[in-house]
């Protein structure tokens, strides 16, 4: 860019009158909005905390939590081992073994034996879920994730299986419509 | 003197210390609580009922910090500092009046009077805090100085600057309230009130010098230069940990009291209400009730200054210099001179 260039717009800032030099009117409407939210706070509750352990706050319907996996409507693990997901994961956090399927389950010729995610590891992108071609992995809204040990965030399928058996009926599918008269989120303790 | 009234005074300034560090702890509380309430917050609540017990917390705190000396500190100045800081603001309090002095003072048992002030009947009062006040930069530039580091000494400069800037419209904003009640005397000032009008009627320019330059003397937003925390990294204490950081807090909160006290007894009437409270008033209910007014009117201003801290931004260094030098001190000089004639004219 050039200095000389026509184009460019310039701005100067605006001269002020001698009374506006003094500032004392925008001192007083500054006074006036924080004692309005002084007062909101104090007599109408207007406060934005969530107070933590006592309260949950509840997260935008997008937000990216702990993973789940999904499970059919037969109650088998929705994931193929297709391997998309750990191929996707920019911080290779996803670990399939993938075995045979039984031969009762004749949609499909994989499914996978061990599914280990590194909850330390993950970045929470959401490019596994992106990646899927079943929708098997998704990213709840679960969010005070902790772990007194390394390997206690290690989740292994199980335990992914039952993170859906504990948001299935608080959040929907992704990318099917939400169940009619559920909310879209809710909030559900991993601890509880 | 007395050894009755040794006792007695020695009992005043131990209230008086008491009372005003416990204010100054629970004042912290009371900021804190202030900041998030402008912010939507609900600010600490965790310790006791409504976060009552937090001054305790951080007072346990500050003590059992470790204390770390620096190696490369000037150490007796180093240590001399927030000694300096706290105690400056400790002895202004010698000669505010917290109530009734002189002839409406309540009597102790043996007739004698018992004064709501620590020296009662010193004729240059407002003299005595504003000589006090300004011994209080010395904590500062010390800070700054003993600590050798690049910050802390500016933090240092700035202050010495901003303070020495800011005495002048300070000293000046009062001398039209001196010239109309004829005296230095900050009972006399009150008296004179109560018998006329609030300052604040009779000098309302005045009143503004002395609030604005009572904010700089103070170093509260929006004068904190030489704190700074975004660009001085705390400025002057930022070497400072465990308690003697909790000395400057001290001795910052006690400046806020003594001059939230001054503007209330040179503007708002001291214990004066209207029609309710005067002169002519003795005794113990009076007394307090007077004090309380007093201290009614010095929590009302705290307030209000701590309201002022967390609506408006910083100055640059520049605007503040100018603000006092271009502004505060030619009004300073009119206001003087206006009322120096008015009185001249009218009372002669």
Known sequence: MRLDDPNLKRVSPPKLSWVENLYLKQIVQG????????????????EITVQYPEMQHIPSANYRGVHR??????????CVACMLCATACPAHCIDIVAGTAPDSWPDREKYPESFVI??????????CEEACPVEAIELTGLYDLTGLSREQMIFDKTKLLSVFDLTKDA??????KPPVGTPSTEVVSLHS | MTFWAICLIVLKIGVVVGVSQGAVAYLILVERKVAAYAQD??????????GLLQPLADGAKMILKEDVIPSYVDKPLYILAPAIAIIAAMIGFAVVP??????TAPDFLDGSRIDFQIAPGIDIGILYVFAIGSLGVYGVVLAGWASNNKYSFLGGIRSSAQLISYEIPLGMSILGMVLLTGSLDLNSIINWQDSHVWGIVVQPIGF??????????TNRLPFDLPESEQELVGGFHTEYSAMKFGMFFLGEYLHVITVSYLIVI???????IPFLLDQTQTGWFWAFMKASVMLGKVGMLVFFIMWVRWTLPRFRYDTLMELAWKSLIPLAIVNFIATAAIVQLVYS
């Open chain 2, 208 to 217: 503004l010098l002395f609030l604005i330059s009572g904010f700089a003397e």
């Open chain 1, 31 to 46: 006074l006036i909005v924080t004692g309005k939210h002084m007062a909101g706070v104090a007599f109408f509750g207007t």
């Open chain 2, 41 to 50: 917050r609900i600010g600490p609540n965790r310790a006791g009922p409504f």
């Open chain 1, 69 to 78: 996996l999904n499970k059919d409507d037969q109650g088998r693990v929705r």
């Open chain 1, 171 to 176: 959040e929907p599918m992704r990318y099917n």
């Open chain 1, 118 to 127: 590194d909850e330390l590891r993950c970045i929470y992108c959401g490019m």
């Open chain 2, 266 to 272: 040179l503007f708002f009437g001291g214990w004066d």
């Open chain 2, 98 to 103: 917290f109530g009734p002095v002189g002839a």
